[in-house]
């Protein structure tokens, strides 16, 4: 992790203070999910670990090919729409603003 005091890193030894800055929990209700969080203030700051935390989801092999379970997003169900409804927006947006004038 990079902030404004250092970078920091999940091995202690490689941190510039030889403080502990991320740490990892299982999530009890998925055993296949974890999360990895970060101190980002030098001196471990107030040890809470939430200044980024990593989502990661164990995936499966199905024959011998790795597959997602499902997949996840910040934004929701409606993810995939949303870089089609930007190029749209921005596709427009050029076209009325650099359209040959007649």
């Not at 974890?34 to 670990?49: A, P, S, W």
């Not at 200044?51 to 092999?61: A, F, N, P, T, W």
């Not at 729409?81 to 076209?95: E, K, Q, R, S």
Request: proline content about 4%.
């Amino acid at each position: 992790m990079l902030s404004p005091d250092g970078r920091w890193f999940t091995e202690t030894g490689r941190n510039s203070d030889g403080v502990k800055h991320a740490k990892v929990y299982q999530n009890l209700d998925d055993l296949d999910m974890f999360f990895i969080g970060f101190e980002n203030l030098e001196g471990g700051g107030d040890k809470d670990y939430n200044d980024m935390v990593i989502c990661l989801k164990r995936i499966k092999s199905v024959g011998g090919v790795w597959t997602p379970l499902q997949e996840f997003s910040l934004l929701g169900p409606r993810a995939s729409l949303v870089p089609a409804v930007l190029l749209t927006a921005f596709t427009l947006v050029f076209l009325v603003k650099f359209r040959k004038r007649r």
